[in-house]
């Protein structure tokens, strides 16, 4: 059987009866083609069944087709429910991906440099790096868009949560309980979002509410190891920075013999896929991952195009109520 022979740039061109450099201007997205003529282009390339190569457009258009997305922990669940929705957005764009994170800190600006190199531009989830190392990211007029990070005096497009609100909601729901004396089981220092929920248990004083920070991160074994510091302030509830270090404070909990949340009370924040299903459920908040992925799109598709981008407001969180808190205990036996 005779192969098909590869259908090229200059067959969709003769087709539409347009030139090669008009194709190649549709395909780049280009919004300097007549729209007859595009109309054209893209029908030829449907009749003809072209398949462009993405390696050679990009050598000749300067364009990778190509997103890098920097994040701290790929195994995080939460980060991977963002870029699923961002995905959608990538996808329909015939864009790529190439998703990577850093391990160590002081290595993040690096990672990014070295993703910059071979993509169009970057999403950078949950940014640690100092003030510094997003300004020189910034002059590098590249799209670059920062996702859950909000930072005063650094030009780039920016989207995130609102994390104050919904940890103020959070503490109110355990001062109705009766709790007072509470410990956050603290995220990383360099971390936007834990400095803001931090922000919030402090400001939960005005309702009654005594807290105390315990070092730990953002992963079930952080939330584990530092569930004994934690009760040594007799606590009756812990707030941990996200839902997995709850998971892993109940884990700890349950090794010690004391019951969530009938000694203790444990809240998370994020609502990842486990906190439904955890037992007791997780009281959370539940924080809009994909309507963050599709706006963190939509910014980058607008850097892209060169458009200047206004700073969206803080998205909203809702606080859920489940299993895992209860009226505080008046007293309870140390450990």
Not at 43 to 51: G, K, N, S, T
Not at 286 to 315: D, N
Request: include cysteine.
């Amino acid at each position: 059987m005779k192969e098909r022979r590869r259908v090229t740039i200059r067959d969709v061109a003769d087709a539409a009866g347009v030139s090669v450099a008009t194709v190649s201007r549709v395909m780049s997205g280009s919004h300097t083609v007549n729209s007859d003529m595009a109309e054209r282009v893209r029908w030829a390339m449907q009749e003809l069944e072209y398949r462009p190569n993405g390696a050679a457009q990009g050598l000749a258009s300067g364009m990778h087709r190509s997103v890098g997305v920097v994040l701290p922990d790929l195994s995080n669940p939460y980060f991977n429910d963002i870029i699923k929705a961002t995905y959608v957005g990538a996808s329909r764009e015939q864009y790529r991906m190439l998703v990577t994170e850093w391990r160590e800190p002081g290595e993040e600006l690096g990672v990014s440099l070295d993703v910059l190199s071979r993509v169009d531009g970057l999403l950078l989830l949950s940014a640690r790096m100092d003030i510094d190392g997003l300004r020189d990211l910034a002059a590098r007029k590249v799209p670059t868009v920062l996702v859950n990070r909000v930072e005063l005096g650094v030009d780039l497009p920016m989207v995130a949560v609102d994390n104050f609100s919904a940890m103020l909601e959070l503490c109110q729901h355990l001062a109705s309980l009766g709790h007072r004396r509470v410990v956050y089981l603290a995220g990383s220092p360099s971390a936007w979002q834990n400095r803001e929920r931090w922000r919030a248990v402090q400001q939960a004083r005005i309702l009654g509410l005594d807290p105390v920070m315990v070092a730990a991160d953002g992963t079930i074994e952080a939330g584990f190891e530092a569930t004994d510091e934690a009760l040594s302030h007799d606590p009756t509830a812990l707030i941990a920075f996200n839902d997995l270090a709850a998971l892993g404070a109940i884990a700890r909990l349950r090794e010690l013999g004391l019951r969530t949340p009938a000694d203790i009370s444990v809240t998370g924040f994020d609502d990842v896929s486990l906190a439904r299903f955890a037992d007791p459920p997780l009281t959370t908040i539940v924080s809009p991952k994909a309507a963050l992925g599709e706006l963190a799109w939509a910014m980058f598709e607008a850097s892209l195009r060169g458009e200047r981008i206004e700073q969206p407001p803080l998205l909203r969180a809702a606080f859920v109520h489940r299993a895992s808190t209860g009226p505080a205990r008046t007293s309870r036996s140390r450990v």
